[in-house]
């Protein structure tokens, strides 16, 4: 994976993901009802498939050097029955590779209605249409909101779904994508459901749900009474050739594993927007 053993530059295979977004409430004490889930963080990698149905991306190689390095935290979710609105997940760094994150959930129409844009799109708040955008080669759009409850956030592997009129009407979480990249298949970046409905890869399931840490999941959609669910942080996932010297810097927290003939790093979490890793 070198041009000569030991030595760099190196064959590297990556996957970058970003925070998810935060699930929404309705601004309402009426039961049946719900905000939008968040969309995934935006995934991109080129071990495999990448989000929004791009196919793997290509090869990269990496000189001895310095590289950004940075793990994006995740939206947070709306508070009880105010008409707070949620936040976006925070986008990932590898070096040059950036994911974008996720998208919150809408509330309702009149208050913060639509799902945001980003890696993958929120799902729309109750009676909006207006759903969040998924980013090309990360991530897919968010579902529409029926006339009680919001849509699903989308995921990196599909869309979220959309709510039908009726009360406490189910809207599921956009599917994840999985990864072999740490030797074993895990799904990741999965949508958040609003609160009546189901959601898989890490994205938040019903009613306030949180996303879960390091897979960029987006957070559930709440009923009333409950706050939205926070999207899930992200995580940066690289594989270099046990031979190569790495090194990370302060605020770095990473654990590393050997599969195969390379030594793969999990990067959990980085307390600044300045933090690195060196390879030599």
Avoid: K, W
Wanted: a negative charge; aromatic letters at 4%.
């Amino acid at each position: 994976m070198s041009g000569t053993f030991g030595v760099a530059p190196y064959s590297v295979e990556y996957l970058v993901i970003a925070g998810g977004g935060g699930g929404a409430n309705t601004a309402s004490t009426v039961a049946g009802r719900s905000g939008g889930g968040g969309g995934a963080g935006g995934y991109r990698t080129n071990a495999g498939t990448s989000g929004g149905g791009a196919s793997s991306e290509i090869a990269l190689t990496l000189v001895a050097g310095v590289y950004a390095l940075t793990v994006g935290a995740g939206g947070s979710g709306t508070t009880g029955d105010t008409s707070t609105e949620a936040t976006d997940g925070v986008s990932s760094v590898f070096g040059d590779v950036t994911t974008v994150g996720g998208g919150h959930g809408g509330q309702v129409s009149g208050v913060n209605p639509d799902g945001a844009d980003g890696g993958s799109g929120g799902g729309a708040g109750r009676l909006s249409s207006g759903v969040g955008a998924g980013t090309a080669g990360e991530g897919f759009a968010g579902g529409t909101g029926g006339n009680s409850a919001g849509g699903g956030g989308g995921g990196s592997g599909s869309v979220g779904t959309n709510a039908a009129d009726g009360a406490s009407a189910t809207a599921n979480g956009g599917a994840g994508v999985s990864s072999s990249i740490t030797g074993s298949a895990v799904s990741r970046a999965g949508g958040g459901s609003n609160a009546y409905g189901t959601a898989t890869g890490g994205g938040g399931a019903g009613n306030g749900d949180n996303g879960d840490d390091n897979t960029g999941g987006g957070g559930s959609g709440c009923a009333p009474g409950v706050d939205g669910g926070n999207g899930g942080s992200g995580v940066v996932i690289f594989a270099l050739p046990v031979q190569a010297t790495v090194t990370f810097s302060a605020g770095v927290t990473q654990t590393s594993a050997v599969v195969g003939v390379n030594l793969v790093y999990t990067v959990t979490a980085t307390s600044t927007t300045s933090e690195t890793v060196t390879i030599g």
